[in-house]
């Protein structure tokens, strides 16, 4: 399979940066507990907090990388669809990007404004730069909505793809799976 996409499919390099930035947003979700900051920046959470922010850290870069991977890649031709569906798909897409990019902002912007440093892998501790600020609690706050918001999204994200390919029998799903599933014949009777 090509690194590049083509009319029918997402090539390996996207279909890449989707399932791993999916794998690595639901382990950050799974071991994030939240709470208040006298628990969450405990000793006894310290492995799950460094755990977390690096997951964050990760998907953050690995959606820079992904867009500017999406400036030069070709996107397939969607499947001929209603309107309305077209519009929602291209809505949500834009919804998730922009999540992406927010989840990990507000919880180092809160993790600062609360006086707290991120620590990445490990390396060392980055900030705090700033606070600590009741600002922090606050953004904290809204990066665990926004935490929840995501997972909802990607959920109907991914029951669409599977509407698609259960009851529409589009490849919606199957150009966004690698090569060698569909090339098993496991996709039977899809476009």
Excluded: C
């Excluded at 499919?9 to 071991?31: C, D, E, K, N």
């Excluded at 939240?34 to 907090?49: C, D, I, W």
């Amino acid at each position: 399979m090509s690194l590049s996409g083509t009319t029918n499919r997402y090539g390996s390099l996207a279909q890449a940066f989707h399932w791993l930035t999916a794998l690595l947003v639901l382990i950050a979700f799974l071991v994030s507990e939240g709470g208040p900051p006298t628990r969450v920046y405990s000793e006894a959470r310290a492995s799950t907090l460094l755990l977390h922010e690096s997951l964050g850290f990760t998907v953050f870069w690995l959606l820079v990388l992904r867009l500017i991977w999406r400036l030069f890649d070709r996107v397939p031709d969607a499947p001929p669809m209603p309107a309305w569906m077209d519009v929602a798909s291209k809505v949500t897409h834009w919804a998730l990007y922009a999540l992406l990019f927010a989840v990990p902002a507000t919880a180092m912007l809160g993790a600062w404004f609360g006086g707290h440093p991120v620590t990445v892998y490990g390396f060392g501790a980055i900030g705090p730069f700033f606070g600590p600020w009741d600002a922090g609690a606050s953004l904290a706050d809204i990066h665990g909505t926004l935490g929840d918001i995501i997972l909802w999204l990607a959920g109907l994200h991914a029951a669409a793809a599977i509407f698609h390919h259960v009851f529409l029998r589009d490849r919606v799903l199957s150009q966004m799976l690698p090569g060698s599933l569909v090339q098993r014949g496991e996709m039977p009777g899809r476009q």
